[in-house]
């Protein structure tokens, strides 16, 4: 029954995509105390936006309550790994996505792709992990030369449009700190 399940969502979506569970634990994650600390209040801050949203008024602001976090490091630093225990504290499934899975070989494509991704994740309360980000998150090409460019443009335009809208939780991790 299960993979029945699996096989609708991928027909619905288009995509070889299903939230997972999260692979790992917040005690299993090691680190320096410092960053620790900054997991910890992060956590809070998510487990509590309905109340700042609601109760504090914060919805009178920024109606649509989510949260983006980005993380970056080394490789081999933990990101990934911190991601999954985040989700699973939050008691979230976690919807891992890199550009091949979103990239296609038909233009126009690649931004519908992304489109269906963040729909999923909303339809299965799942947070959204964007490993190796920068990929998604490059500037926008200002001289464009190709359609290739213009397909990189349009990605990142919908991706920052779906950001805006989008009602939950989503993680970018990077090498690149720049």
């Known amino acids: 029954k299960n993979m029945e399940n699996k096989s609708e969502k991928n027909e619905k979506t288009g995509l070889n995509?299903?939230?997972?569970?999260?692979k790992y634990s917040i005690s299993q994650v090691i680190l320096p105390e410092n960053i620790r600390l900054e997991i910890e209040r992060g956590l809070a801050l998510l487990k509590n936006m309905g109340k700042i949203y609601y109760d504090w008024g914060f919805s009178?602001?920024?109606?649509?309550?989510?949260?983006?976090?980005?993380?970056w490091g080394p490789p081999g630093t933990g990101k990934t790994m911190a991601v999954h225990a985040i989700a699973k504290e939050m008691g979230k499934?976690?919807?891992v996505l890199n550009y091949a899975d979103i990239e296609s070989k038909y233009v126009g494509e690649a931004p519908k792709n992304l489109i269906a991704?963040?729909?999923l994740a909303e339809k299965e309360d799942a947070v959204i992990f964007f490993d190796e980000a920068d990929s998604f998150l490059g500037k926008r090409i200002t001289n464009v030369d190709s359609g290739s460019e213009?397909?990189?443009?349009?990605?990142?335009?919908q991706m920052l449009m779906k950001l805006e809208e989008f009602r939950g939780i989503?993680?970018?991790?990077?090498n690149l700190h720049e």
């Open 93 to 95: 499934k976690i919807l």
């Open 60 to 71: 009178e602001i920024d109606p649509v309550p989510r949260s983006v976090v980005n993380l």
């Open 170 to 174: 989503v993680f970018f991790a990077t």
């Open 17 to 22: 995509l299903v939230p997972a569970e999260p």
């Open 150 to 157: 213009q397909a990189i443009n349009s990605l990142r335009s």
């Open 117 to 119: 991704a963040f729909n």
